[in-house]
């Protein structure tokens, strides 16, 4: 047997680590007093430390295949594991003050872990079956975690990502069955050569579907509807998770998909509409948001347009992969940021409610601007550098139409984020409601957003300073 062809188990030992962490958290679980509980958070945490030291050293090593050539370990594969594995555990970080001592508390890292192996699966897929495997088990964990709080809105929000999943998981199996009916293969090693020769309109069909499972991951147009009802209705950790995690191994799937295909058909112009799409309905849509949780729903649904830009030049500009992985990157720390804020303060589900919040809380409220202007592509945060390279891709894959319209897209969406800033250093008391102690923010969640906020500030900085320096 080959090289290419053997087995390498050792290769996915993240993912391992990961899951058998999920495995032992929940049996754990059963066994532990319910004020006991928060050793199980411990142990998910060494697990995603494990796999994200582990990620970080197959990454400095050569790209190599596993399982038989299915899986691929490379740099976009590392990088993915990398920011998934330390994102889940910014999120545990969010969960330790708003589900510590709950009926369903190991269950909730449980889920967490299989999600974020589905995830770290669906990163370094090279074959559509495998495809397969990672968006089952990315989604399907997502269904109880988004339903675990039990309240009207969370359940609606549960069935919502349910019956979406359900029928876009239906079109992603159904683009792999008619790919494989029409070459006779699932491996992207040999799908490019064999598609050439196929029939063009069921390649194509068969693309849009497997594309329209993975936006359904990645939460974009045309999967988008479960996203904002997710983010409104989940719990605070939860919500920053379904926002942003699964993204990450959705659009590197994304990127594998686009970049294997042959030049048989206009696919870099598929996914420029699905990005216009996208980036232009989350904008319009958060500007009419009152709920901060609901805004940073649409919010993400702008993103993967911004996100799909560098997939639309995959294979056609050096920079689409590097702008990909750096963007997934920044926006993985700053949405968080934004996130662990409404978490810190979870009574406040009005705009308006966080009137006077910088001037009572002024590192709290620096930290909120810092990541709301970053979510927009301010300098020096990291997702500016994000932007910068994503629309130098796009130029330079010979899409500057797209350059302009994402420059048209950030305009836009600074509006609807300075309906949530101006609040903040507004005069007038912060609204508290009827709810007692909801102008007292939660100490875990609160350090997060200070500390996540800081982190997009040095990584734009020395993004910024490495484009610099390769720029000369």
Known sequence: MGSDMAMRPLLLLPEIVLFLGGLAVLVSGSFLPRTRQGVTRVIAAAALVAAAILAAVDLAGPAQPAMEGTFTVDTATGVARIVAALGTLIVLALASDEIAGSPRESETYALFLFSTTGTLVLAGADDLLVVVVGFLLASIPLYGLIGIARTPRGAEAAMKTYLLGALFGILLLLGVTLLYGVSATTSYADLTDRLAEAPQGVVAASVVAVLGGLMFKAGGVPG?????????????????????????????????????????????????VLAVASMTLGNFAAYWQSDPRRLLGWSTVSQVGYLLVPVAVAGRSDLALPALLLYLAGYTVTNLAAFAVTTAFPDR????????????????????????????????????????????????????????????????????????????????????????????????????????SALSLALGIGAGALWSVLSV
């Open 224 to 272: 988008h509807f479960w996203v904002p009802d997710a983010a409104e209705g989940a719990g605070g950790a939860v919500a920053a998770f379904l926002t942003t995690v699964p993204k990450i191994g959705a659009m590197v799937a994304a990127y594998r998909l686009i970049a294997m295909l042959p030049d048989t058909l206009a696919w870099p112009l598929l996914v420029a």
């Open 349 to 452: 589900r009005d705009l308006d409610s966080y009137r006077g919040m910088g001037r009572a809380r002024p590192w709290l409220g620096a930290s909120l601007v810092v990541a709301l202007l970053g979510l927009v592509g301010t300098p020096p945060t990291v997702v500016f550098a994000g932007k910068l390279t994503t629309t130098a891709a796009a130029w330079d894959g010979g899409l500057a139409w797209l350059a302009v319209l994402v420059f048209v897209n950030t305009v836009v969406s600074l509006f609807y984020y300075l309906r949530w800033i101006a609040p903040i250093y507004g005069r007038g008391e912060p609204h508290a409601g009827t709810v007692p102690g909801a102008l007292v923010p939660r100490v875990w969640s609160a350090t997060t957003a200070m500390v996540t």
